[in-house]
C-alpha cells in the first residue's frame, strides 16, 4: 500500500537557522514520482518540487535542497537560512499511478514550519 | 496568468442545506480534482474528472457531487448528507502528461456548517 509519512507535526526555528523537514514513502511500484508543495496561511498549495524514481540527484534551489535516497525510502527537504516567510505547512506527496488524465496523489499530514525573527 | 480561482473563500452552510464550491481553471487542464482537508491531516480525494462529461468518485464521495459540463470548470456540491462538512476544501487540475505530473491547487474554499 502506498503512504507517505511526515512523522514532525510542528518544527519551530528561529530566523537563520538551517532546518530539515522529514519524508518517508513506501510504494511497491518502481516507477513513482514525490513531491513537496508549501501551504502558507492563504491556504493555497504552492508547487516546490518534483522528482522521479529514477533520477536520485539531490537538487538545490537557492536555499532550498532536497535529498533523495531510495534506500531508505526517503525524501526530506531542507531550508538554508530559514527566514519568517518560509512560514508555511510543507507537503510531501507521492504519485506512482497514472491512467489517461489521471494522477493519484497520496500526500503526507504535512509539517508546519514556524520561523521566528 | 494562468491557475486555479475558487470561489467563495469563505462559505457558511445551515444544517440540511446544500452548498455549491466553485473552481475554475485557465490552464487548459484535461484533469480536475476536488481535495478535503482537515486539521492536522493530508487531503483526501473527494472527486476527480479526466475529460469533460466525466468524473469519477475519490476516497470520500459520500455526501459530495460535481459536474464537469466545460473543460474549465469542475463544481463541487456539499449535500445535507454529508455528515461533516465543515472542512477547507481545494480544487486542483493536472496536465495529463505523464512527465509533468504536479498538480496546481487554487486557493481553497473554507466552509463552516453553523
Known amino acids: 500500500a502506498q503512504k507517505v509519512t511526515q512523522a514532525q507535526t510542528e518544527i519551530s526555528v528561529v530566523e537563520k537557522e538551517d532546518v530539515t523537514l522529514d519524508c518517508v514513502y513506501e510504494t511497491r511500484d518502481t516507477t513513482y514520482y514525490l513531491f513537496w508543495y508549501k501551504q502558507p496561511p492563504s491556504g493555497e498549495l504552492v508547487f516546490l518540487i518534483r522528482r522521479n524514481s529514477f533520477d536520485e540527484q539531490n537538487e538545490i534551489s537557492g536555499r532550498y535542497s532536497w535529498n533523495f535516497q531510495k534506500s531508505t525510502s526517503s525524501f526530506n527537504f531542507t531550508i538554508t537560512a530559514s527566514q519568517v516567510v518560509d512560514s508555511a505547512v510543507y507537503f510531501c506527496?507521492?504519485?506512482?499511478?497514472?491512467?489517461?488524465?489521471?494522477?493519484?496523489?497520496?500526500f503526507g499530514s504535512g509539517t508546519k514550519l514556524n520561523v521566528k525573527p | 496568468d494562468g491557475g486555479i480561482t475558487q470561489s467563495p473563500k469563505y462559505l457558511f452552510r445551515k444544517e440540511g442545506q446544500n452548498v455549491t464550491l466553485s473552481c475554475e481553471q485557465n490552464?487548459?487542464?484535461?484533469?480536475m480534482y476536488w481535495y478535503r482537508q482537515d486539521p492536522g491531516q493530508g487531503l483526501r480525494l473527494i472527486y476527480y474528472s479526466q475529460i469533460v462529461n466525466d468524473f469519477q468518485k475519490g476516497d470520500i464521495a459520500e455526501g459530495y457531487s460535481v459536474s464537469r459540463e466545460k473543460k474549465e470548470s469542475f463544481p463541487l456540491t456539499v449535500t445535507s448528507a454529508q455528515k461533516n462538512p465543515t472542512a477547507f476544501y481545494l480544487c486542483?487540475?493536472?496536465?495529463?502528461?505523464?512527465?509533468?505530473?504536479?498538480?496546481?491547487f487554487g486557493q481553497g474554499t473554507r466552509l463552516t456548517v453553523v
Open positions: 486542483a487540475s493536472t496536465s495529463g502528461d505523464r512527465l509533468n505530473t504536479e498538480a496546481f
Open positions: 506527496a507521492l504519485s506512482d499511478s497514472w491512467e489517461y488524465n489521471f494522477n493519484k496523489f497520496y
Open positions: 490552464l487548459n487542464h484535461d484533469a
